[in-house]
C-alpha cells in the first residue's frame, strides 16, 4: 500500500487498535499489520509521533512499565479519544461513500452519450 494512502488516516487506525485494549507501540504496529492482513508496515518513525501527537490531542494516556528488565510506555483511549474514533468512523463511512459513487464505472448508455 501507498504510504500516501494512509494520509489523514493514520489517526483513525491507531485509535481504533486501541479500542479493545491498552498496547505498547511495538504491539499497536503488529496489530496494525496483522488486522491489514500484512498491508499495512508502518516504519516507528511514523507510528511514535502519531501517538505523542494523539495524547497532546488528549485521545490517548500512557504510562510506563518495566516488562522483562525493559521500559516500555503503554497506550491507552481516553473518553475524548473514543469519541474522536466515532467522529472518524464516520467521516470515513461519508468519505468511502463519495469515492464508490465518483469511481463506480460509468454506465454503458451514459458513457455512449445516450441519456444525455
Known amino acids: 500500500m501507498k504510504p500516501d494512502a494512509l494520509r489523514g488516516h493514520l489517526d483513525a487506525l491507531i485509535l481504533s487498535v486501541l479500542e479493545g485494549s491498552s498496547l505498547h507501540g511495538y504491539a499497536i504496529m503488529e496489530a496494525l499489520q496483522e488486522r491489514s492482513g500484512g498491508l499495512l508496515d508502518l516504519p516507528t518513525g511514523t507510528l511514535y509521533p502519531a501517538l505523542r501527537?494523539?495524547?497532546?490531542?488528549?485521545?490517548?494516556?500512557?504510562?510506563?512499565?518495566?516488562?522483562?528488565?525493559?521500559?516500555?510506555?503503554?497506550?491507552?483511549?481516553?473518553?475524548?479519544?473514543?469519541r474522536a474514533l466515532a467522529n472518524e468512523r464516520s467521516d470515513w463511512r461519508d468519505l468511502a461513500r463519495v469515492m464508490e459513487h465518483v469511481l463506480r464505472p460509468a454506465r454503458a448508455d451514459l458513457a455512449d452519450g445516450i441519456g444525455v
Open 53 to 82: 501527537r494523539l495524547e497532546r490531542a488528549g485521545y490517548l494516556d500512557s504510562e510506563w512499565s518495566t516488562v522483562g528488565g525493559r521500559k516500555r510506555r503503554t497506550y491507552r483511549l481516553t473518553r475524548a479519544g473514543r
